[in-house]
């Protein structure tokens, strides 16, 4: 069955650094992939949602971006961290004819 | 983005009640699914509906989707303490590369 790795767990991060967040998935192939955040107590966010290597889709404005470089591999990134982008990330996978979403377990992310 | 109106957002239950949760949509949906996530982790899948109408259940929980497509309910029957975290409905339409929409969420605590 198919598991996907986040790492790391948690993570602080002073205002202005950069970001390298990384999803690796293993046990399929061609999965749809997708980064999501949750704030503290709300419910989940899509971010970006990738259907192929080198595919990116931006679901809202934001100060990250997002690439996939290979098949299983999906990273969330940004130049220059502010305080609005702590939260909870989680990457997910979905395959056609699947049974919804496998999630990661999520990176913790605090912007001081 | 939108996000799947949920309810209640907590709830305080005593051991052995039963818990009731729905969720609605201005819009259909294709298939409904419900997450529990744990404190510090990602959303687990518990149950997912494909047909409205459909009722299906998984040991102590009974989730249906509703005959417009626009909302879902969950049930848990005897409740335990290991029932506590929060719990999320999720929708999916055809055609939207997969992508999820979901609840805001309701917190279950559950007391001895």
């Known amino acids: 069955s198919q598991t996907i790795h986040q790492w790391p767990a948690t993570l602080v991060q002073p205002v202005g650094s950069p970001l390298s967040l990384e999803c690796t998935v293993e046990g399929t192939s061609n999965p749809n992939l997708y980064w999501y955040r949750q704030a503290a107590g709300r419910g989940l966010q899509l971010l970006f949602y990738s259907v192929g290597i080198g595919q990116i889709s931006s679901e809202v404005p934001q100060n990250l971006s997002a690439s996939r470089p290979q098949d299983r591999q999906f990273i969330l990134s940004s130049k220059k961290l502010l305080l609005s982008d702590s939260g909870f990330y989680l990457c997910?996978?979905?395959?056609?004819?699947?049974?919804?979403?496998?999630f990661g377990s999520g990176t913790r992310l605090t912007v001081v | 983005g939108q996000q799947l109106n949920q309810s209640p957002q907590s709830m305080f239950i005593q051991e052995g009640e039963d818990v009731s949760m729905n969720c609605t949509s201005s819009?259909?949906?294709?298939?409904w699914l419900w997450y529990k996530q744990d404190p510090g982790e990602g959303p687990v899948l518990l149950i997912a509906l494909y047909k409205a109408g459909e009722l299906t259940s998984n040991g102590r929980l009974t989730a249906q989707f509703g005959i417009t497509r626009k909302d879902s309910f969950l049930n848990i029957s005897a409740s335990i303490p290991s029932d506590v975290g929060i719990y999320f409905c999720?929708?999916?339409?055809?055609?939207?590369?997969?992508?999820?929409?979901f609840g805001t969420g309701t917190r279950l605590q559950v007391t001895l």
């Open positions: 999720a929708g999916q339409r055809a055609g939207t590369a997969s992508k999820l929409t």
């Open positions: 997910a996978l979905y395959l056609q004819g699947g049974r919804g979403y496998t």
């Open positions: 819009s259909i949906f294709n298939t």
